[in-house]
């Protein structure tokens, strides 16, 4: 069996891609998830750089360095964390029990090769989801506040605000507008 760790997937589609490929590759795939892909056969030189080059030009990256490998790991399963609907349990704890590690082990070296700490990256994350809820649902503030975790939606509405510039109904007002970034850190999301 190996296991193929892969950068940059980060939804469902990206998944369905990474498993059309590797089967397209005559590999027999047991699992695929964000940021991880198994199959059954142990992979040659010559395939995993195949596979890696097929990748790359989907816009991922086949990852070799353990290091790498954990933060992808750490990455995919913060933006799992972030896709739940509702309450939910601290990201710290999720991310102990999901990955098996102490927290702050994760943490250290998350901010190590991102730059970023793992708590900001969830906020980048999450104002992100509520952006496309905004632009693509009818959802009001608290059903929003809610489904992203929120305490509130005054909690929401602040670090919206502090994040975009922008209260979330001004943000809405402006309507379906493409490609509207974050003031500061979205680069790193």
């Not at 990256?61 to 790991?73: H, N, R, Y």
């Not at 509702?86 to 102990?96: A, N, P, T, V, W």
């Amino acid at each position: 069996m190996t296991e193929l760790h892969i950068k940059n997937m980060v939804c469902p589609r990206c998944v369905m891609a990474v498993e059309t490929l590797l089967k397209q590759h005559n590999l027999d795939v047991l699992q695929v998830e964000l940021g991880m892909a198994q199959v059954t056969e142990k992979l040659t030189d010559a395939q995993q750089y195949s596979i890696s080059q097929d990748l790359e030009s989907l816009g991922f990256e086949l990852l070799s360095d353990p290091q790498t490998q954990l933060v992808e790991t750490i990455r995919a399963t913060v933006i799992e964390w972030v896709r739940i609907e509702g309450d939910r349990e601290k990201l710290s704890i999720f991310l102990q029990h999901r990955l098996a590690k102490e927290y702050s082990a994760l943490s250290k070296i998350f901010s190590q090769v991102r730059g970023i700490t793992i708590e900001r990256y969830a906020i980048l994350l999450r104002i992100e989801l509520a952006k496309e809820l905004l632009c693509y649902s009818q959802l009001d503030m608290a059903e929003i506040a809610y489904r992203l975790g929120y305490a509130s939606p005054t909690h929401f509405s602040a670090q919206f605000r502090k994040e975009t510039g922008l209260s979330p109904k001004a943000f809405r007002q402006l309507g379906n507008r493409q490609n509207i970034a974050l003031r500061k850190g979205f680069d790193q999301v």
